[in-house]
């Protein structure tokens, strides 16, 4: 997306010799991630449009003449727009199964930000083997003192926090800082607090309507939702909505019902207003609300 937008100062179309799966969508933004990495050639040649958005994707089996972009150019470029920082200083305390779901979700951080940015706007701190992530030009530090955060104007998100994160502070920012914690098999509460208990920025919680419920705790998940309410202009709260996933849509459903159930009646007004807040449609909620016995007036 923005990486596509970059580009276009430098070439209005490009082409390659195969379509893969991974070009389905947002067809020249990944092309260009996997041409800076080295992994895909692109070529001047003529040849049909499989894509056309700011730039257009062609493809041509027999293309012979090269396409040679200011990669390190681009990337410098790069620097201006978003970043985020993981912060994986814990990753040794968590148990097995928290360490798989972590560096999963590190993954998925890095595929989110490949789909808006480059491989250079995620940083990690942590001494650990990154060779998970394949081929990559993330920016890893062993430990928080290697890291310049005088660089950015940097935002810690942790969940207990006391102010709260608003679509203002998203475009204020430009280095989202997150905790690499994940909460399986262990209390977890409060960590994000004592991992940056020593960093003086500003720290600030992500709220859906004021409460903490329903927003996703994955960090992937969080990233994709500032990328989204950022670059693509989505608000924050609906943006928090668009992304629940199934644990935190239950989890809101019944903070919700709590807030509007009466002598276990909800009225039928109320029942869009809970939808607001909750990634179903109504039908879904009605079906919910019978299933548990909770009758609507």
């Known amino acids: 997306m923005i990486l596509e937008k970059i580009v276009s100062q430098y070439t209005n179309y490009l082409t390659i010799r195969h379509i893969k799966k991974r070009y389905n969508i947002n067809t020249a933004q990944r092309v260009l991630v996997q041409y800076i990495l080295n992994k895909e050639q692109i070529f001047r040649d003529d040849g049909k449009v499989i894509y056309k958005n700011i730039i257009e994707v062609r493809v041509n089996k027999n293309s012979r003449e090269p396409l ?42 890095l595929k989110e930000i490949r789909e808006y940015l480059f491989d250079t706007n995620l940083i990690l701190i942590g001494d650990l083997d990154y060779s998970f992530l394949g081929k990559n030009m993330v920016k890893i530090y062993k430990n928080r003192k290697e890291f310049l955060f005088e660089r950015f104007r940097g935002i810690i998100l942790d969940p207990c926090a006391e102010d709260v994160l608003t679509d203002e502070d998203i475009k204020k920012y430009d280095l989202f ?30 709220v859906l309507n004021g409460n903490i419920k329903g927003v996703p705790d994955r960090i992937n998940i969080l990233i994709k939702v500032i990328l989204e309410t950022y670059y693509k202009n989505i608000p924050l709260e609906r ?30 007004e109320s029942l869009r207003e809970i939808i607001k807040y909750v990634n179903v449609s109504e039908e879904w909620l009605i079906r919910f609300l019978k299933k548990h016995r909770i009758r609507i007036e």
């Open 68 to 109: 040679n972009l200011p990669k390190n150019e681009i990337i410098e470029r790069l620097e201006k727009e978003k970043h985020f920082l993981i912060d994986l200083s814990l990753y040794h305390l968590h148990h097995r199964k928290g360490k798989k779901s972590l560096l999963i979700q590190v993954s998925q951080s």
């Open 177 to 206: 800082i997150l905790g690499g914690i994940v909460d399986v098999g262990l209390n977890w509460h409060g960590a994000t607090s004592y991992l940056f208990r020593n960093l003086d920025l500003p720290r600030k919680k992500i």
């Open 239 to 268: 943006a928090i909505v668009m992304n629940q996933t199934k644990k935190d849509i239950l989890e809101r459903v019944w903070y919700e019902v709590k807030q509007h159930k009466i002598n276990n009646t909800i009225k039928k």
